[in-house]
């Protein structure tokens, strides 16, 4: 049984799937690191040989190779860089307002 929901068809209920068919389509997914609804609406795009919305599902690999390359001692020094930028000097906040007629 297959129900939509006209204008747009944004719903469609697809009951009695084959094991052997949901286990593809799990495998899709996990492949592409995807929802099982995302990878179920590729597989009917794919076999209707439509494309759909274009989706924003580049991934770029450029940057990969620094990933867990600090050890513990470099990220720890790197959120501690981090936590003095963050820190609000109230003097200067203070200044930059009544500079401005804020205060």
């Not at 929802?35 to 609406?41: F, G, W």
């Not at 924003?56 to 470099?74: I, K, P």
């Amino acid at each position: 049984m297959i129900e939509f929901v006209w204008g747009g068809m944004k719903a469609i209920t697809i009951r009695n799937i084959p094991p052997e068919v949901v286990r593809a389509i799990r495998r899709k997914a996990e492949k592409e690191r995807t929802s099982l609804n995302k990878a179920v609406i590729g597989l009917i795009e794919e076999r209707l040989g439509v494309t759909g919305a274009k989706r924003h599902t580049t991934r770029h690999h450029d940057l990969d190779f620094l990933a867990g390359s600090w050890t513990r001692q470099e990220g720890e020094a790197f959120d501690q860089a981090l936590a003095e930028q963050r820190v609000i000097d109230a003097d200067l906040w203070k200044g930059a307002a009544s500079s401005r007629g804020l205060l």
